[in-house]
């Protein structure tokens, strides 16, 4: 087979692999992915490579095999930076955030981040900016480090309505979610410094931008937000009505 024949059936591969992930049937992924990985090692195919390590290291992570996913990330960020690929190392970096992050290693997290939003914002891909502002912002948020976590959270949701606004994107998830991720997080700062009024206001258009996308998760935990904030303003009934709201949709999509 030639290089050029083998180059067209890994990526189709590699590009059944992301829709088998993104349908959460993960067998059927790993499959597709592993059999594209060794025609772009075979080609030379670094890019190639590097973007499937880091698609193995989402789908492990997803199933919340955080080890497995280290080391596809680790192995995809050591191609990246041995042929300049920019995109797969920033995203290899922040991807590594996330699990530093989950074990309470915020410091690392914090420097996984750096690293990615320092590259995105050097190739001008805002999408990859605003998540790693988020992952910055949540693991300066759980150092209780509030001034910063916030600087870097709104800035999250200022270039997630730049995106929607200039591209039109608002209508895909990936794109909403880091903007409903940012207003969530953030209200989480207000309510820490028990400035209830803005965490309402955070929380509710949170709710609304994970209600436009159907992540039930991210409603949940908008709406005991909302509840908190009501309650620590004495405002009892409104307060009940949201979380009554809260443990409905828990327990309609079964999230404890």
């Known amino acids: 087979m ?15 692999g992301k829709i088998h992930r993104l349908r959460t049937e993960y067998a059927q992924a790993e499959e597709y992915l592993n059999k594209a990985l060794p025609l772009y090692t075979s080609i030379g195919d670094s890019h190639g490579q590097a973007n499937v390590s880091n698609s193995l290291g989402q789908l492990h992570q997803a199933q919340s095999n955080d080890v497995e996913a280290e080391k596809c ?4 960020l050591d191609i990246s930076v041995n042929v300049g690929y920019g995109l797969g190392q920033a995203s290899a970096l922040r991807r590594l955030g996330d699990i530093h992050k989950a074990r309470s290693d915020y410091s690392k997290a914090e420097d996984m981040f750096n690293q990615a939003l320092v590259i995105f914002t050097s190739i001008g891909y805002s999408l990859g900016q605003a998540n790693s502002l988020v992952g910055l912002g949540e693991a300066l948020l759980r150092q209780a480090r509030y001034s910063e976590a916030k600087r870097f959270l709104q800035e999250a949701a200022e270039v997630s309505n730049k995106i929607d606004y200039e591209w039109a994107l608002c209508t ?15 209200g989480e700062v207000h309510q820490a410094r028990a400035n209830y009024s803005a965490a309402e206001e955070s929380f509710n258009e949170a ?9 039930g998760i991210g409603r949940t935990n908008s709406l005991l937000g909302l509840g908190e904030a009501l309650l620590r303003q004495a405002r009892y009934s409104e307060s009940k009505s949201f979380l009554h709201d809260a443990a409905e949709v ?6 404890k």
């Open 73 to 76: 990330f680790n192995q995809a």
């Open 2 to 16: 030639s290089a050029g024949n083998e180059c067209g059936q890994a990526n189709a591969l590699s590009d059944l």
């Open 172 to 186: 895909l998830p990936g794109y909403a979610l880091g903007q409903a991720g940012a207003l969530q997080t953030l």
């Open 250 to 255: 828990s327990n309609q999509i079964g999230y």
């Open 207 to 215: 709710l609304v931008a994970y209600t436009g996308i159907g992540n």
